[in-house]
T-cell receptor
């Protein structure tokens, strides 16, 4: 069956450390993968997109990698801050479709 | 630009009642989507539309209907509310490039929290 899994439901780290979130997928051939941030009571907000032919993408303190052999994307936040505390969602588009398929999310808590 | 707006923010329905969740976007996006999000779960696609007059089912369409008469509006209709439809509903929009496989980020509204009792 097709699955998209974010392995950790919750991740707790200290301020200044690097947070690494994992997204794995099964039986999909995604054209690209996206990461979103969701704060409590709000809609998701787009952060980064990485295409199947890209290995790595960066935006300020954020970095995303995409390994189509491992069927995995890693999302890194360097020099994490308490303001980075939120739920992070990965989402992919299967080659044949246009709609996004979302993982359940990982809730990151950064303590000062 | 207001982006994607949704009304109402909160609603309590009795079993069997009907209601329409409103969604409007002012970004001239072609694509619009309805998702539901249950606690601890990812977003599930209910319906989507690739343009005015065109709609298609997502992963969980049962119990819902949509219409798309204009580019801006994409209302979601619940005809006979059931407790299983208690959820947070998000509307989103996006504008793809010319090729269907091209990437496009989605812009989400603030959500409607619906309780059916």
């Amino acid at each position: 069956s097709q699955k998209i899994e974010q392995n950790s439901e919750a991740l707790n780290i200290q301020e200044g450390k690097t947070a690494t979130l994992t997204c794995n997928y099964t039986n999909y051939s995604p054209a690209y993968l996206q990461w979103y941030r969701q704060d409590p009571g709000r809609g998701p907000v787009f952060l980064l997109l990485i295409r199947e032919n890209e290995k790595e993408k960066r935006k300020e303190r954020l970095k995303v990698t995409f390994d189509t052999t491992l069927k995995q994307s890693l999302f890194h936040i360097t020099a994490s801050q308490p303001a980075d505390s939120a739920t992070y969602l990965c989402a992919l588009v299967h080659q044949a479709g246009t709609a996004l398929i979302f993982g359940k999310g990982t809730t990151l808590s950064v303590s000062s | 630009n207001a982006g994607v707006t949704q009304t109402p923010k909160f609603r309590i329905l009795k079993i069997g009642q009907s209601m329409t969740l409103q969604c409007t976007q002012d970004m001239n996006h072609n694509y619009m989507y309805w998702y539901r999000q249950d606690p601890g779960m990812g977003l599930k696609l209910i319906y989507y539309s690739v343009g005015a007059g065109i709609t298609d089912k997502g992963e969980v369409p049962n119990g819902y209907n949509v219409s798309r008469s204009t580019t801006e509006d994409f209302p979601l209709r619940l005809e006979l509310a059931a407790p299983s439809q208690t959820s947070v509903y998000f509307c989103a929009s996006s504008y793809p490039s010319g090729r269907a496989s091209e990437a496009h980020e989605q812009y989400f509204g603030p959500g409607t929290r619906l309780t059916v009792t």
